[in-house]
């Protein structure tokens, strides 16, 4: 009755070490919904790791890993002086462990206002353009540091888009701003909090700022890496034969031609969606397609259920907890119970269960 995302334990968590050991100070991100294995089994997996410090996305995501990781918590979403971020800070245990992400100058003397031994980076803007510091106000921000000797910096974050040639010379640029910034002469003002960087990338950075200690935050290479150490299955809940003009589903559409609806389980309450129309959408592709008597030209989506190998088409949108099918008379029917393949998005797929073998 589930989506189920099946993990080869063995395989994963050899990757996992594999990419840690690559990958010194590593700080694995545990965010969203946990790139589809949860929030709590990756705090968990992180502390099996023996890292140190997990990023986390937004504050409302601390309460999910606090308690099945030991170590400091990074939150990638900068401090803003409401919700939250603020409550957080009346937590005298957690205060300790979290590192807050400080992207505007007038943040700082708040957050530091509000605690004194505030732990954070400065977070500097990149060609993301998303969040962060100018290198003016990066450097503006030296005599606030200066003015409160128990605040506790821990480092200069940046975010890099996912690679479309070299990063090398933009991190160049802001490494500059970094040094020219007359930051206090504390460790964490030489450790820089990096995403998106290649290995050969993050070697070269270490090589040309041998005195800065680089911490790469990954995600998806971390946990979705070995894709083939993950499966995900749905199961096969109905069978219907049909023929040609039958209705069905909710829209009282009828069949092009004859065939059987098969309802598998994963709907829009797991993140199932519509996938592009498969073939040609110009009139004459269309025009071809209808000739071939083509069912995408009939409008029918194609799915993300694949049937021996082949992906199906939705007979209809998904519903809530199931999807309906169609199968063209001549393909194998599948018996009610049998497991087919799906292929989602997993940042954005909540499985019913994780069977971590
Ligand atoms: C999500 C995120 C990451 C990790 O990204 P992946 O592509 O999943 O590795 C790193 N840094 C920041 C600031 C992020 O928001």
Do not use: C
């Not at 030489?190 to 995600?219: K, M, Q």
């Not at 998806?220 to 995900?232: P, S, Y």
């Amino acid at each position: 009755m589930s989506l189920v995302l099946t993990v080869d334990g063995d395989r994963w968590r050899a990757h996992l070490r594999g990419v840690a050991e690559r990958h010194p100070g590593l700080v694995p991100v545990v965010k969203g919904n946990g790139y589809g294995f949860g929030l709590g089994r990756l705090a968990r997996k992180a502390q099996w790791l023996g890292v140190d410090t997990l990023a986390v996305g937004t504050y409302d995501e601390i309460a999910h890993v606090a308690s099945r990781f030991e170590g400091d918590i990074v939150v990638l979403t900068p401090w803003r002086p409401f919700g939250t971020a603020v409550e957080v800070l009346d937590d005298d245990t957690l205060v300790r462990r979290v590192i807050h992400t400080v992207s505007r100058t007038v943040d700082l003397p708040d957050l530091l206002g509000r605690r004194p031994d505030a732990r954070f980076v400065l977070e500097r803007l990149t060609s993301m353009q998303r969040h962060g510091l100018a290198a003016r106000e990066l450097w503006a921000l030296a005599p606030t540091l200066a003015d409160h000797p128990k605040a506790r910096l821990e480092g200069i974050a940046m975010h890099l888009p996912l690679a479309q040639g070299s990063h090398l010379s933009q991190v160049g640029r802001l490494m500059t701003d970094v040094v020219g910034a007359e930051l206090p002469a504390v460790a964490g003002a030489r450790r820089i909090w990096v995403s998106h960087l290649t290995d050969e990338e993050l070697t070269s950075l270490r090589a040309s700022y041998a005195d800065f200690e680089f911490r790469p935050r990954i995600g998806t290479g971390l946990w979705l890496g070995d894709r083939g150490a993950l499966r995900v299955t749905a199961t096969v809940l109905d069978v219907h034969a049909v023929e040609r003009g039958d209705s069905f589903g909710y829209r009282g559409r009828t069949a092009p031609k004859a065939g059987h609806l098969l309802v598998v389980s994963g709907g829009t309450a797991h993140g199932i969606g519509l996938e592009a129309p498969t073939g040609d959408l110009n009139l004459k592709g269309r025009a071809g397609t209808l000739a071939r008597g083509g069912l995408d030209a009939l409008g029918f989506v194609r799915s993300p259920f694949s049937i021996d190998g082949k992906q199906r088409l939705f007979a209809e949108p998904p519903h809530m907890q199931a999807s309906m099918l169609f199968l063209p008379a001549g393909s194998r029917v599948p018996a009610v119970g049998e497991q087919v393949d799906v292929r989602v998005r997993y940042t954005t797929t909540a499985f019913d269960h994780v069977v971590l073998g």
